[in-house]
């Protein structure tokens, strides 16, 4: 059977997405892009221009999945800080996620393309840089609120909450620290809330 040209946009995306995630840059080929798309090496270079393309879409949609999984938790609660401390804790079960990995995809790619595809490298840099700065404002909107103290500083919280989440997502990597990253990630969730001023 001949391979369908057609395709879903935001299948293929999500497809390529789970792909490199899993898979990182470098181990993906254009052939595992291939099948995994189901489209043929024309229909691919058509859409996205080359593998990079496809892999800068790809950080991409994997950058805006985790801004919605945000703003889903924050929507979900009456408070800037619940809602920042629900997301903590959310990672609490990353290990028994149906994801192709535990790490952020984003974290995977700085580390992997640092010496090797330096614009690359930027994107997946700039793209955490973003989310540090999703924290950040809903940080400024809670001291706005009066849900932190007058002296608390919205960048560095924002820097902090990446760090953790990230270390947690790191140390997920381990074998069998399911429960281990579900205490981390409750205890995270703590801190957060207790930054409430009074």
């Not at 391979?3 to 995630?21: H, M, N, P, Q, V």
């Not at 489209?39 to 270079?45: A, D, R």
């Not at 221009?49 to 800068?56: C, Q, R, W, Y």
């Not at 620290?177 to 801190?191: C, H, K, M, P, S």
Request: proline share 2%; glycine share 8%; hydrophobic share 40%.
């Amino acid at each position: 059977m001949a391979r369908k040209e057609k395709y879903d946009s935001d299948e293929t995306l999500g497809r390529a997405t789970a792909l490199f995630w899993m898979q990182g840059y470098h181990a993906t080929s254009m052939k595992d892009l291939e099948t995994a798309l189901d489209l043929g090496p024309g229909s691919i270079y058509a859409r996205f221009g080359s593998k990079a393309g496809v892999f800068e879409a790809a950080l991409k949609n994997y950058a805006a999945g985790r801004r919605i999984e945000l703003e889903r938790h924050l929507e979900a609660h009456d408070t800037v800080l619940d809602g920042l401390a629900a997301y903590a804790g959310s990672f609490r079960n990353l290990c028994e996620r149906d994801a192709p990995s535990v790490a952020c995809m984003m974290m995977k790619s700085v580390t992997e393309l640092h010496a090797t595809e330096p614009e690359l490298q930027t994107v997946a840099s700039e793209l955490l840089d973003a989310t540090e700065d999703m924290f950040t404002e809903q940080f400024a909107r809670a001291k706005s609120e009066g849900e932190l103290s007058a002296d608390s500083d919205p960048a560095f919280l924002g820097a902090w909450l990446q760090a953790e989440i990230m270390g947690i997502r790191t140390y997920a990597q381990k074998a069998n620290t399911a429960e281990r990253v579900g205490q981390l990630a409750d205890g995270l969730a703590t801190r957060v809330r207790a930054l409430r001023a009074g």
